[in-house]
């Protein structure tokens, strides 16, 4: 298996205990893999549809922080409740981030049912981008962008009788976690085992999240 990544977003510990994956992170390496039969890892911004045995992964499902607050929503019966995510992204805007991060969340989430989204002029730094969604399931998130800021992510899920907080700025870890848990580099563990199959269906989730944001964009 290969994942094509930044080699810096790694967390190396990650790698001990699956030592069948390679990384990839040059562009030309990427282009020579999807030549080979092995299965080929790739972030949802650099996946073409023309590639062949590829899986997708998202930047929120890599970190895991977040596979630790799935699993505790994803236990829950009533998963009515209240996410709050706050980004500062290093570089330059970029739509992609966005459309990833509701792939990401649809995926915990399920469809979404309302979408508002409010930013800042383009050409003024640093940008803000502000969107609310509803999921069918009663579940409501509040997403705040900034971008050109040091990198930094803010996460608060308000569920029945719970309350749990990730706040990468103050380097501290979920109140019910390890310090394993609040790293902001990508675990490879959860890049396999979060991945999508670009089948029909993820095609279809991940336009729709294409579109909610460029039709969003352009208010």
Known sequence: MNIFVNQKKIDDRSLHSNSSLKIISLEEELQDKLSKKDTLYVPYEKYKQEFDNVKVYTDLESYAFFDKLSGVITQRQDKRGVLRLGRKIGGDFDKTILVDDLIALSGLFGKISFVKINHSQRNIKPMHVSIILRFMDGVLANLDYTFNQKEDIFIEW???????????????????FDDKASSLYYDVNMIVKN?????????????????????GLIK
């Open 158 to 176: 308000s569920g029945i009788n719970e309350i749990i907080e990730y706040d990468s700025a103050k380097i501290q870890s979920f109140k019910r």
């Open 195 to 215: 991945a999508y199959e670009p089948d029909q269906d993820w095609m279809k989730l991940s336009t729709n999240c294409l579109s909610i944001i460029e039709e």
